[in-house]
């Protein structure tokens, strides 16, 4: 990402948190405990098990720039493959 791909998109979120007053899901967390928190909020919409929220978190660390979408969809992977499995 350039700088200023990177200066649009803190612009960006700026004025996303003053109209709704939280960071909407299709922006990347601006770092691990907003990351933390999207896995958490993942894992409640999907009713994860501790494990299975583990797997997820395990799975997705490191990329913290990934959206809550993005989250979920990892998410529901790990889920299909333990259907499957």
């Known amino acids: 990402m350039t700088d ?4 649009r998109l803190k612009a960006d979120r700026r004025d996303a948190k ?7 899901d299709q922006y990347p967390p601006e770092n691990n405990q907003s990351a933390n928190k999207r896995v958490g909020e993942v894992g409640t919409d999907l009713n994860l098990t501790e494990a ?3 797997k997820l978190h395990r799975s997705i ?5 990934l959206t809550y979408h993005q989250i979920k969809a990892e998410a529901e992977r790990i889920l299909k493959e333990e259907e499957e499995g």
């Open 4 to 7: 200023e791909q990177e200066q």
């Open 52 to 54: 299975q929220r583990s």
């Open 61 to 65: 660390t490191g990329d913290q720039r």
């Open 18 to 24: 003053r109209s709704s007053g939280s960071l909407p």
